[in-house]
């Protein structure tokens, strides 16, 4: 939590020097005072409640692995190392550690600045030039696995360090900039982290827990990073790899195009930015380029590539633009929300963002179930739209507690949260439907 000022009274009598003083509740002071603290770090005792704690916020981390937001991590992990010449060895995975480290520090140093400032993990991908400045680098990157150019270090760091240094710098630096790439994911699942370092007031502490998700996040990554490089390994392979390291590219360019996806207005051409991306790589890769074109097998195989990505974009295209209707949501409005409690209906609340992936997930996956928007219509549905910041909306999170988003509440017939049921990051349309459910049965009127 962010830090607050409280301001107490305590009354103090002030007595003449020498008067003599009465202990009280000695034994318990005594056997404190007797108790020894754990060799360390202060305030920190490392006993086996804490290495217990330290593991269950590992998992946690590796359970992030699951959620929407960390899927375009994979392709562009793969992308970077697989066009690494390296055997699997010890520098190889060197480099997989720095990657794991670059991302751990990168979410940890997010985290602390979230919890000191109070400000929203992830509410930084509101700002268009961090989504540019981040496609631009996914853009590089691609087009250097185009040929176009060499993933080099500047002439400055190389002077400064080895050739080797240099590649281990450049892999950790991969690693900071896709942490910004995963906060979204992040930032809901350490709400009851931070909850609970604030009330430690130990800054220290707060890095730590926060580190030790991040690596349990970045794991599954770093090993996909040390084995990704053992494409190179195949004997013989180098026109063939040359077309894998291609792909790798228009993977990286997709990855671009769906940054700057929340810059974009209209949800049409959200999706025909993605669509036309995959339609050049098809047409690229399945008929216009012409590596390994002698091996008759392998052209063929780039060919279906090629239609399947084709195809593949234009259905996208079509069935975005005839997706199902979703809920209504109603732009917020503090009437709207005391004319509810005033009429006895109850109401959900929606804190949304377009740069909150878990936000778009459910926007997709879960608003627009039919089941779920038929129930939706016994329900008043208010959005509060936090896509560009703005000063008043912060009375509103300081009202309701919001930390991050997507947060969703559920205000009954008297104008109070339903606690139990507010949501805090994606979940499924079945645990939805069943938080919805558990809603209208409390506020239905009684009898």
Not at 302 to 327: D, P, T
Request: overall charge positive; hydrophobic content about 50%.
């Amino acid at each position: 939590m962010p830090p607050e000022s409280v301001s107490l009274h305590l009354p103090t009598i002030i007595v003449p020097r020498g008067t003599p003083t009465k202990a009280l509740n000695q034994k318990i002071f005594l056997s404190a005072r007797a108790e020894k603290p754990a060799e360390g770090i202060p305030g920190i005792r490392f006993g086996a409640g804490f290495l217990l704690t330290l593991f269950g916020i590992f998992l946690w981390g590796l359970a992030l692995n699951l959620t929407p937001c960390v899927y375009p991590l994979i392709p562009i992990t793969v992308s970077y190392f697989g066009g690494r010449k390296q055997k699997v060895g010890a520098n190889t995975m060197m480099h997989g550690m720095l990657y794991i480290l670059g991302l751990a520090l990168m979410n940890s140093v997010l985290g602390l600045v979230a919890a000191l400032s109070g400000g929203m993990l992830g509410a930084i991908l509101q700002q268009p030039l961090v989504l540019i400045f981040v496609a631009a680098v996914m853009t590089a990157l691609g087009l250097s696995f185009f040929g176009f150019w060499e993933f080099r270090i500047p002439s400055t760091l190389t002077k400064l360090a080895s050739k080797s240094h240099g590649g281990y710098f450049g892999t950790f630096f991969m690693g900071l900039t896709l942490g910004i790439v995963a906060a979204p994911c992040l930032g809901p699942f350490i709400l009851a982290l931070l909850t609970y370092v604030g009330q430690k007031g130990d800054p220290f502490l707060g890095f730590l827990y926060f580190f030790i998700l991040s690596l349990g996040l970045g794991l599954p990554l770093s090993l996909l990073a040390i084995f990704s490089g053992a494409l190179n390994k195949l004997p013989r392979s180098g026109d063939w790899l040359l077309w894998v390291r291609k792909f790798m590219g228009w993977v990286l360019m997709g990855m671009a195009a769906y940054m700057i996806i929340p810059l974009i207005p209209h949800p049409l051409g959200k999706s025909g930015l993605l669509a036309a991306v995959a339609a050049c790589a098809g047409i690229h890769l399945g008929f216009l380029d012409k590596t390994a074109s002698g091996l008759r097998r392998f052209s063929n195989i780039k060919k279906i590539v090629g239609i399947c990505l084709v195809c593949g974009g234009i259905l996208y295209l079509i069935s975005s633009a005839h997706e199902r209707e979703g809920i209504n949501w109603i732009p917020y409005d503090q009437n709207i929300i005391a004319m509810a409690a005033r009429d006895k209906k109850p109401l959900i609340l929606d804190f949304y963002a377009d740069w909150c992936s878990p936000c778009l997930a459910m926007e997709r996956k879960v608003f627009k179930d039919p089941e779920v928007v038929e129930l939706s219509q016994n329900l008043i549905t208010v959005r509060l739209d936090l896509t560009r910041r703005q000063p008043i909306q912060n009375l509103v999170l300081e009202q309701y507690g919001v930390r991050g988003v997507p947060t969703i509440i559920f205000l009954n017939r008297e104008g109070k949260e339903e606690k139990d049921l507010r949501v805090e990051t994606y979940v499924g349309r079945f645990e939805f439907l069943d938080r919805m459910r558990k809603h209208l049965e409390r506020s239905a009127p009684e009898r």
